[in-house]
């Protein structure tokens, strides 16, 4: 069964940083585009960043110039890094993925998300 799982949240101050990490495991054929969304109490969820297999990255306008996303194929993992946070970046962060199950005779493609993680910035 393919999973993500999610390390990296807590509490920071503003200001500060936080690195939050995502690796997939499980029967992986591949890895499309991964992702990180967020979800604040009382809001939806929304998108922070993607990046694509080939490493094209897409930011929300709320978090370019503070937020880098990466990714390390070998290691099928995908990173968030967050400088500058700021009390509006409190959420529950959460990792997506676009996984091909399987083996090259037998595949299919999953949505799949991790189980969250919180960051906190206090104000």
């Known amino acids: 069964q393919v999973q993500l799982v999610e390390s990296g949240g807590g509490l920071v101050q503003p200001g500060g940083s936080l690195r939050l990490s995502c690796a997939a495991s499980g029967n992986i054929f591949s890895i499309n585009a991964m992702g990180w969304y967020r979800q604040a109490p009382g809001k939806q969820r929304e998108l922070v960043a993607t990046?694509?297999?080939?490493?094209?990255?897409n930011l929300a306008n709320s978090v370019k110039g503070r937020f880098t996303i990466s990714r390390d194929n070998a290691k099928n993992t995908v990173y968030l890094q967050m400088n500058s946070l700021k009390p509006e970046d409190t959420a529950v962060y959460y990792c997506?993925?676009?996984?091909?199950?399987?083996?090259?005779?037998?595949?299919?493609?999953?949505?799949?998300w991790g189980q969250g993680t919180l960051v906190t910035v206090p104000s």
């Open positions: 997506n993925a676009n996984i091909v199950e399987g083996t090259i005779l037998s595949r299919r493609s999953l949505e799949v």
């Open positions: 990046i694509t297999s080939g490493g094209s990255t």
